[in-house]
């Protein structure tokens, strides 16, 4: 049951684990398939992980299919397919999105590709992992957006599919990077509102980002 969906999130599991995303146990994936749900265990060490291990659970978090129990963040998980309807979700915990989530309340934009995140990243308010509040808070915090940091545990990401919620995953800890680097030497410039509505104003008209033909005269 859902066999290529777990074979997408175990060889997503390496992935994010290779990256140095993800360390042990930490972090957990799924990605959704209809009215079912294929996710990481608890547990887990995502860098050993195989398809085989990967859990599936239905909307409302009963176990269909699989030897192990799903992570201890599937609230959060379901939370995130019922409120913004997306198609997978990837929890991690980040060097750099880590270490800002502990002294910043928001990542402002300073790079114009945080814009494919809906904005200026929010961090969620500290709460204990694996509980209701923590779910909510981090639920609020993506609002409006593709990602989130968790103050003082890690990041957040979801999309319409697997790539790509690590797509922006990646983003998230890119962004975090360069926010660091620069705050090391001075205070950073962000992008304001109009310079951003600028910016996607030119992706349109520019079709940025897709692969255009040469038109031979």
């Known amino acids: 049951m859902l066999e290529p969906e777990r074979e997408h999130i175990a060889e997503a ?26 996710v990481t265990p608890t547990g887990a060490v995502l860098e050993q992980l195989e398809a085989d291990d990967v859990t599936v659970v239905d909307l409302g978090g009963r176990h269909v299919e699989g030897r192990f129990v799903s992570t201890s963040e599937l609230a959060l998980h379901l939370g995130v397919y019922e409120r913004y309807g997306a198609g997978a979700v990837v929890h991690t915990h980040p060097p750099m999105g880590t270490a800002l989530s502990c ?77 660091w680097h620069a705050a090391a030497i001075g205070t950073p410039r962000t992008l304001d509102e109009e310079q951003r509505a600028a910016f996607i104003s030119a992706v349109f008209d520019r079709g940025y980002g897709t692969t255009q033909r040469v038109v031979e005269s």
């Open 103 to 179: 002294v910043l309340d928001e990542l402002p934009v300073i790079h114009y590709q945080m814009l494919e995140l809906g904005g200026p990243v929010r961090v969620a308010r500290y709460a204990t992992f694996g509980t209701t509040e923590f779910a909510e808070l981090t639920l609020d915090a993506l609002e409006g957006r593709g990602a989130a940091l968790m103050s003082n545990h890690g990041a957040i990401a979801h999309g319409p599919d697997l790539d790509s919620a690590i797509d922006r995953t990646l983003l998230v800890e890119w962004t975090c990077s360069l926010y």
């Open 13 to 38: 599991g390496r992935r994010l684990a290779a990256r140095g995303l993800v360390f042990g146990t930490a972090g957990n994936v799924s990605a959704r398939a209809g009215e079912l749900v294929a």
